[in-house]
């Protein structure tokens, strides 16, 4: 198993998740007994998001604090994620609880011999809206790229940091930076594995990724991929 990880959450007004789910993921990985580090990326919040992920950065533990003065994105908050891990390997999930970090362990077990680990939703919890569009956006995305995944947009995974500096740069924003991700490493080479894992309820907080701006410009990115890579 691996020895040295880098972990990184990106966070948009997650102030009522971010310190539960940061404690939490110190928590699996002091158990695990790996050297680790963990990064925040602010993504320009507008509640008290910041102040919180400063006090857990000052708290004298392994966690430090990227804040961007403006949002940009989900994809924006992957690239300086990856940009800014010190590790081999690196896991990123969602801020907002509706991960399980402890399921980290079933990646580890796959790094032998995999350089991306996916986790795929067993029992995704969000509304019906986001489930439709997700998978009518899923099968746009492999009939137009061919990415073969059991769900791409899944928030949690494991890859090698090694994968990122390959596929650099990534020219996409929003939903598609993990498609051109993807779609990159694997005409590289690289190999897959998915993991299930469970997806729980979102407590605190709304979501934002079907905002109607962001599905457009995500529209509009993925023909542009498209375009670059056929």
């Not at 002091?30 to 320009?44: M, R, S, T």
């Not at 796959?110 to 569009?133: E, M, P």
């Not at 998978?135 to 990122?164: M, Q, T």
Request: glycine share 8%.
């Amino acid at each position: 198993m691996i020895k040295n990880i880098s972990v990184f959450f990106p966070a948009y007004n997650e102030e009522k998740n971010i310190e539960k789910t940061v404690k939490e993921a110190e928590k699996t990985l002091k158990g695990l007994k790996l050297n680790y580090e963990i990064i925040i990326i602010d993504d320009g919040s507008l509640d008290k998001t910041p102040q919180i992920t400063d006090d857990l950065a000052s708290s004298g533990s392994k966690v430090r604090v990227i804040h961007h003065p403006k949002n940009l994105g989900y994809g924006g908050a992957l690239k300086t994620g990856f940009k800014n891990a010190k590790f081999p390997w690196v896991a990123f999930t969602d801020s907002d609880g509706q991960f399980d970090f402890g399921e980290i362990t079933f990646f580890l077990e796959k790094t032998d011999w995999a350089d991306l680990i996916l986790g795929y939703r067993l029992n995704r919890n969000d509304s019906i809206s986001r489930k439709v569009f997700t998978f009518g956006w899923a099968l746009i995305v492999r009939v137009l790229l061919g990415l073969k995944v059991k769900d791409y947009s899944c928030g949690f995974k494991l890859i090698k940091k090694e994968v990122f500096d390959t596929v650099e740069p990534l020219h996409t924003e929003e939903k598609v930076t993990q498609i051109e991700f993807l779609v990159k490493a694997k005409k590289a080479g690289f190999k897959f594995a998915e993991i299930g894992v469970h997806h729980y309820t979102r407590v605190f907080g709304a979501e934002t990724g079907a905002n109607i701006n962001v599905v457009i410009k995500s529209i509009v990115d993925l023909f542009k991929l498209w375009w670059q890579l056929k």
